[in-house]
């Protein structure tokens, strides 16, 4: 296969000289963190910001930061970041949870992410994108401009809802649910960015709109579930099925109600515009490299001997992973993981006290000048020249050790499987490029909207 392609970069501010005051991090993530990203922070291990109370180091070292997040996650637990902030929602789901109540409940969902249930979700998956495909279809032949965010937010929910309850989501319930949920994340988005408003254990102050939208989300969610569970549809499979037989290991107990709300909640928050951001972003970037688009059309030939893709072909689709595993590094949507120290502690040379925020941000590593050639050049092939590998803990928009993204493996599958066929079926056109920019405000978004239209291929299936 041809290897040989122009390299792309895609938007993003170059590094340069920030405004005034950028070394108080507070102050820097709230006037524009992706404006102008000083050079100092992609060049460095580890950094001191200016501010106090708490403190606040930004570890990029792969050696530092594997310290933090997978050998003593007892001493650096999660605190400051997103979980905290969709904690009023979550309430002690397994995203914010901690100790040996996170450990219960990793274990309790852990068969959701086993391969038999990734299999049943990829037909969960099949199903969604099949009538998303049938969308596009009536776009493409009415020549509409869509909006993309909009229109894969909305994939994205009617995956996460056949997963977790076997049936599509219809357009009513995905404004109850869903849209709440945007909004929540809108609403405390400004939270994200004045960190004056995280006190020193890295709780955050909630607006009453917040907390009441809250709320309402929950609310949703639990009427949602009495639905199903009057209305369950027999011998079904799914998410929500794992969650209502799970036992708590040490007592045997299974998950109440409200408990029942928190692991359906953690689902639908950590999945959804997380997927949507990496599946946007991808389609942005692909409708400007035809040439990519053509290589993953011939790998899909191959693979598939032009057939349907099925769950099998996937492994084998081995470019096409490496083009969502690009998107990935240079837009995780988890822009930073945060951990507060529980106790005095050094990294390196560097001492860190009690209570202090320690900040490790995808973004900033994946685009680290010592560890990425070309950093900000979009290049799927540097993972199959095993450039990764050349600093082992360089890539890790999913997270590293326990606290790791437990949907990793079924995201990866699910975006291999979308641009497969989105590529295969389609040529998609933006009609205003120059104007998305990545957006930072809770996850990695484009600005929106992304204008596109949508070309059926000749011959496509
Ligand atoms: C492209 C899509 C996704 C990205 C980039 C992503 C990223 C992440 C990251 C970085 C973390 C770790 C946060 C930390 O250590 O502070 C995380 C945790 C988590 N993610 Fe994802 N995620 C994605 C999709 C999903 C999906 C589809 C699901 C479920 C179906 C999911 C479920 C979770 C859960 C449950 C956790 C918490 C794990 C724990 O604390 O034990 N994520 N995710």
Redesign the pocket.
């Known amino acids: 296969m041809e290897n040989k392609i122009s390299l792309y970069r895609p938007p993003a501010p170059y590094p340069g000289e920030a405004a005034e005051g950028w070394r108080n991090f507070s102050n820097y993530l709230s006037s524009d963190p992706l404006g102008v990203i000083p050079k100092e922070l992609y060049e460095c291990a580890i950094f001191q910001f200016d501010d106090d109370n708490p403190r606040k180091f930004l570890v990029n070292e792969p050696k530092l930061l594997s310290r933090v997040?997978e050998e003593q996650q007892a001493i650096f637990p999660?605190g400051g970041?997103i979980?905290e902030l969709l904690k009023p929602i979550l309430h002690n789901g397994?995203?914010s949870a901690e100790g040996v109540d996170?450990q219960d409940q990793?274990e309790m969902v852990a068969p959701i992410f086993s391969n038999s249930s990734v299999r049943i979700s990829f037909g969960y998956l099949q199903e969604a994108l099949s009538s998303f495909v049938e969308r596009l279809l009536t776009y493409s032949e009415t020549g509409q401009t869509i909006k993309l965010a909009e229109e894969i937010n909305f994939l994205v929910a009617d995956v996460n809802f056949r997963c977790v309850f076997s049936k599509p989501i219809e357009i009513q319930l995905e404004h109850q649910c869903f849209n709440s949920i945007m909004k929540y994340e809108e609403e405390v988005a400004g939270t994200a960015l004045d960190l004056k408003r995280f006190s020193g254990t890295g709780q955050p102050a909630f607006t009453e709109a917040a907390l009441k939208t809250a709320e309402n989300v929950r609310a949703v969610i639990s009427q949602i579930i009495d639905e199903h569970m009057y209305n369950k549809p027999p011998n079904t499979q799914n998410f929500f099925q794992i969650f209502q037989e799970a036992r708590v290991p040490s007592t045997g107990k299974r998950f109440t109600k409200s408990q029942l709300v928190d692991q359906v909640a953690?689902?639908f928050l950590?999945?959804h515009e997380?997927?949507s951001a990496?599946l946007c972003w991808s389609v942005y970037i692909l409708a400007q490299c035809p040439e990519i688009v053509e290589r993953i059309r011939t790998e899909v030939q191959l693979v598939t001997a032009c057939g349907r893709i099925s769950y099998e072909h996937l492994p084998r689709l081995r470019f096409t992973r490496d083009v969502f595993k690009e998107v990935?590094r240079l837009y995780?949507?988890?822009l930073y993981?945060?951990r507060i120290a529980r106790e005095d502690t050094t990294l390196g040379d560097t001492l860190i006290p009690k209570e202090s925020m320690v900040i490790i941000s995808?973004w900033v590593v994946h685009r680290h000048r010592s560890f990425w050639e070309n950093p900000d050049m979009f290049d799927p092939d540097r993972f199959s020249r095993g450039e990764a590998k050349a600093t082992l803990g360089s890539y890790f928009?999913?997270?590293l050790g326990?606290?790791?993204?437990?949907?990793?493996s079924?995201?990866t599958f699910l975006g291999i499987k979308v641009i497969a066929r989105l590529c295969s079926m389609f040529d998609f056109e933006t009609v205003n490029t120059d104007e998305v920019r990545p957006d930072s405000t809770l996850y990695l978004k484009p600005s929106r909207p992304v204008l596109c239209k949508v070309h059926k291929r000749k011959f496509s299936k």
């Open positions: 997040l999660k970041g979980a397994l995203v996170w990793h953690s689902i950590s999945s997380t997927t990496a990935l995780p949507p988890v993981l945060s995808p928009p999913f997270g326990p606290r790791m993204c437990t949907g990793a079924y995201v």
